[in-house]
């Protein structure tokens, strides 16, 4: 017969999670998120090129050109977009740059630039406040479905403070690690 005694070791756990959960929120109010360009604005380039061009040989050789460049590209097509952060005021040049930085590394493929233009973080301020109501909507919905089907809104509460548990740890596991927020 197997016997686990986690009931007489709740207290190392309470402390396990209060220390997951503390540690958490340091990290996302002094360092925050490292946020993507949805949220922070930034330029965007789609280029085509004349002869196929491999995705993989294209971040290769654009690694390190420009810093926290994205490439993607468009399935059936010789077309990728290329993004990265910035502000308004530079679109020119680090379009420019990015143009240029292409052209060097592909010097006998032509290409078209197709587009270029500054995203702005509005997008993102928008998605942001949407999230925030989906997920306050949610859990005032969890809240008032357990305390009907349990008939007391206690087991409500304690089920959304066990969520708010583990999405500030899952944050701030984001937050530690700097990966990028999107």
């Known amino acids: 017969k197997t016997h686990f005694d986690i009931m007489s070791k709740r207290f190392h756990f309470y402390g396990l999670s209060l220390l997951v959960v503390g540690v958490s929120l340091v990290s996302i109010f002094t360092k925050g998120f490292n946020y993507s360009l949805e949220f922070t604005g930034g330029t965007l380039v789609q280029v085509t090129f004349e002869k196929p061009v491999d995705l993989g040989a294209l971040r290769v ?25 910035g502000e308004a005021a530079n679109v020119d040049s680090a379009a420019t740059k990015m143009e240029a ?23 993102g301020r928008h998605l942001f406040k949407q999230t925030i109501l989906a997920i306050v909507l949610s859990l005032l919905g969890i809240i008032v479905y357990v305390a009907f089907r349990f008939e007391n809104p206690v087991w409500g509460v304690a089920g959304v403070i066990a ?15 700097g990966k990028e927020f999107n």
């Open 101 to 123: 930085a292409v052209k060097a590394a592909f010097p006998d493929n032509p290409l078209t630039i197709d587009r270029r233009e500054f995203i702005g973080p509005m997008v």
């Open 163 to 177: 969520l708010t548990h583990d999405v500030i740890g899952a944050a701030g596991l984001i937050s530690i690690t």
């Open 61 to 85: 050789n654009l690694d390190g050109a420009i810093p926290g460049l994205e490439i993607q590209s468009f399935s059936g097509s010789r077309s990728f977009s290329l993004r990265a952060k």
